[in-house]
């Protein structure tokens, strides 16, 4: 599942936590590949944008694992064809598996989601808040 025009990043915060960056100059594209992984269960949620070339998606080993080899799969079957994969012990699996390998060897890991990003800002000027009464309603009025 080699592309040349994606590069893929990890950022491993535990085996159930994965961040997986998405970088490109074609916009589309990237989407397109960001949907392949969600219609294939890697991840539920939404494609964040940082950038108008970088996206990131979540998701876990497991399941990320499971959508690649599912993609590599697919692929194997459209460039070779179904047809001549039937009754070949093992059948797509066989080059999925490989190909499956040299895409998650292949995959940058990357720090790209600091522990600063993280945090809340908890200084004195975030925790203040400004309010004002609405005095323009019946109560108000009344009292």
Known sequence: ????????YRQVFSKDDWAIGLESDDQEYLTRRFWSFWNWK?????????TDKFAVLWTDEARFEQAVLEICRTRVMQDIGADKLKGQKGGA??????????????????VFYTHKMRAIDSTVHAELQIGAEDLSDYDAVKA
């Not at 599942?1 to 994606?6: A, C, D, V």
């Not at 890697?42 to 940082?50: C, E, I, P």
């Not at 699996?93 to 990357?110: G, P, T």
């Open 1 to 8: 599942m080699s592309e040349k025009n994606i590069n893929y």
């Open 42 to 50: 890697a991840t539920s949620g939404k494609l964040d944008w940082w």
């Open 93 to 110: 699996d066989v080059f999925a598996y490989d190909l499956r390998e040299e895409f998650m060897r292949n995959i940058k890991d990357e």
